[in-house]
DNA sequence: TTGTACGCGTTATCAT
DNA sequence: ATGATAACGCGTACAA
């Protein structure tokens, strides 16, 4: 047949070598059919011992391998994985895409990754999206609205926030108890006889850095302490120093502690205190971040700080992605993680209690 | 025809919601042919601006993207590149990654990520990638051997090396000069009165690692100073501590300068250094690493560093990529880059010279 | 157990 | 300028 002659001759460079080969050309080497090489490359499919090898020896001579776009274009399912992560610059992500990547890997999904420079590249990077027909979709970046939201559920494209919420929407996601750490932190530090607090805020858009805040302030006010002075930081190593600075302005002296909405600007924070202000820490000046990102950990600082479970959190993730894929039908559903105080060398806080 | 039937009823679910429209669906609604759909998601095919117009109304009302899988499956070529990393978690990576996110996007590809956990694990990797039917890839990872580079020839798949090169192997490859920066830094040293030189080596495995301990040692043997105490690292923060102790307990005191493979355990060495060993830096010591990581910058360290242009060098190696693309034909390229001293606070230097 | 035949959603090549 | 039709490489129902 000239279907078949022109087969044999795609895989024919014309210097003669040959280059991607197809599992029919695999199929003639073999002697047998298309449709049998396919069964030999899956799992559990009929296949006499004796073909099988036939198979795996003249693909193997080849180098043939199953080409994956193909293969998902008839199953109309890929093991496309996309994970959309705002900046990898913030110290903190570079963890949890690793742990991903470890995780995925191991349920033999493969990884489309996506960084979002702005904020309103978001439905330009969702429409590269749904023209890959990935299986699902984890966002651990901002700006991801309700509308966007709305749109994987008209696809069917599971979905799973990581560390976001939404509110009125329903939807999957992993997150680290913000609000619940940040009050604990505060309980701790209050117990230690602090009573002037400021706070070092992440940037507006990011919905951790406001639960972080909210949850610090409501204790703060329950414990019927003196509202703190608030500064916005944006999550970078420079505006947690300006923010240390500005509090100090806005003060006319430095607060007891400060709790700034992550490490980085924590450890900027600590910086400029010791190396700008002349303020002891912790000893004059009591200072806490979030994360625990590894830096936290060196010498120089040993910040006190609420840890994130990232390698459970990114399991958890991971795990609740495939079940979304493998349910459609499933409702969405939230896990919810605790994140541990690290007692660090920054701040002093009252021992243990309850 | 039972067949347009079929395909108008594949967007159907049981429930009655659509989801996941095809070229078809939305020629149907247009009322033109499915090819003219096809040709109107192409820039500069032809189409009257009057049919243009009714499929993208038709695409716009069902929320239709073209299939991308589908796509190349035909054009035998898919946007997607590959990206290997070795370990995230060196604080140098997700710069890297960064940047050759933004170039890709920016070019209209889009990323595969792999990490790498082992060093045996590159074949199941390559396998994979082998599957996707990738356009092309970078090599930001140890462990990628000659037979490895010669399976990317057979398969016709374009490879650039990030920060790695092969001997006895043409490969394109975006590299920063370790050697030349570790011979300047060594110069400078040695002109500020430094004699007693120690290294903290990389990994093994890492050639960016050994060309930096191979640079410095040329160097301080040219100068005709005492051969270097060399330690292995491994580029981790705790390595660099144990490293420096290591180094004063076999030479029995403290050297002039400690030279570190990355600014990690270079962080790790300072730290260590005053925090256990009371040396002051760099009154006492001299100590200076590699990358100029963003750490490095921060009040407490200031360390005095090589910084590797990271924004070129993933410039260039998009660039390259998409050429090699482009130009199959073409042969291998190197481009090479040089490493920026700053001068930072961590090593006494000698004025600039030459 | 194996082979035949068809279709996945798209682009490319022809006619018209 | 537009429409029919044939691939792309694979999985799978069905026949043998």
């Not at 198979?55 to 996309?82: C, F, H, Q």
């Not at 639960?211 to 947690?240: F, H, M, Q, W």
Request: charged fraction near 25%; aromatic fraction near 6%.
């Amino acid at each position: 047949m000239a279907t078949k002659a022109n087969k044999e001759a795609l895989a024919e460079k014309p210097d003669g070598t040959r280059v991607n080969y197809t599992s029919y050309d695999v199929a003639v080497r073999a002697g047998v059919s298309q449709s049998a090489v396919s069964r030999c490359f899956k799992e559990g499919a009929y296949a006499s011992d004796e073909m099988r090898a036939r198979v795996m020896k003249a693909a193997a001579e080849l180098g043939y391998t199953p080409n994956a776009i193909a293969r998902s274009l008839i199953t109309r399912r890929s093991d496309l994985i996309a994970v959309l992560i705002s900046n990898l610059t913030n110290l903190y992500y570079p963890e949890v895409l690793s742990e991903l990547s470890r995780q995925f890997s191991l349920n033999g999904m493969r990884m489309l990754l996506f960084t979002l420079p702005g904020d309103t590249e978001v439905d330009r990077v969702l429409s590269q999206i749904w023209e890959y027909q990935v299986g699902g979709v984890i966002a651990a970046a901002a700006h991801i609205l309700p509308r966007h939201v709305e749109e994987f559920e008209r696809r069917r494209v599971p979905l799973v926030l990581y560390n976001r919420t939404m509110k009125d929407k329903a939807v999957s996601a992993v997150v680290c108890d913000q609000v619940d750490g940040a009050r604990t932190l505060v309980s701790r530090l209050a117990a230690a006889g602090h009573k002037r607090f400021a706070i070092i805020d992440g940037p507006a858009e990011s919905v951790v850095a406001q639960e972080r805040t909210r949850g610090a302030c409501e204790r703060i006010a329950e414990l019927k302490l003196a509202k703190p002075v608030i500064v916005r930081g944006n999550y970078d190593y420079e505006s947690g120093a300006v923010g240390m600075r500005e509090i100090v302005r806005q003060m006319g002296r430095a607060p007891d502690a400060v709790i700034c909405g992550n490490d980085v600007m924590a450890i900027g924070c600590v910086d400029a205190a010791r190396h700008e202000l002349g303020l002891e820490v912790p000893r004059k000046l009591s200072v806490a971040g979030f994360d625990g990102i590894e830096p936290a950990n060196w010498m120089s600082y040993q910040l006190t700080t609420l840890r994130q479970p990232v390698q459970e959190m990114a399991r958890a993730a991971t795990e609740l992605l495939t079940s979304m894929i493998n349910n459609p039908g499933a409702g969405p559903e939230k896990r919810s993680f605790s994140a541990q105080l690290i007692e660090g060398a920054t701040a002093r806080l009252a021992p243990r209690s309850v």
